[in-house]
Nanobody
Framework: QVQLVESGGGLVQAGGSLRLSCAASGRTFSSYAMGWFRQAPGKEREFVAAITWSGSTTYYADSVKGRFTISRDNAKNTVYLQMNSLKPEDTAVYYC???????????????WGQGTQVTVSS
């Protein structure tokens, strides 16, 4: 069982930055791949970024590539999402999730956090 708690969301102007954190409970965190997803009102949940259990490989949606960076600290049971050059279209609830295999598909993830709101004003 893995419990996930996101933090770091908020209101930021376009062009600004935010860093999201996702703290995991459980001693098996380092065995899970981690992902970030987001969901805007009236839209489906979409993939943002993922990272393998070791942190050696990362994956990004085309819409955030070059602006967002996913990373993890297994000693702290935490995964991060550094978001730079934010745009109004990045506004959404951001969720972190844990999976046995790094994937871009939400159905492959077993555990989810409660989400944190990110709002980017123009």
């Amino acid at each position: 069982q893995v419990q996930l708690v996101e933090s770091g969301g908020g209101l930021v102007q376009a062009g600004g930055s935010l860093r999201l954190s996702c703290a995991a409970s459980g001693r098996t965190f380092s065995s899970y791949a981690m992902g970030w997803f987001r969901q805007a009102p009236g839209k489906e949940r979409e993939f943002v970024a993922a990272i393998t259990w070791s942190g050696s490989t990362t994956y990004y949606a085309d819409s955030v590539k070059g602006r967002f960076t996913i990373s993890r600290d297994n000693a702290k049971n935490t995964v991060y999402l550094q978001m730079n050059s934010l745009k109004p279209e990045d506004t959404a609830v951001y969720y972190c999730a844990a999976s046995r295999v790094a994937s871009t598909h939400p159905l492959h993830y077993d555990y989810w956090g409660q989400g944190t709101q990110v709002t980017v004003s123009s």
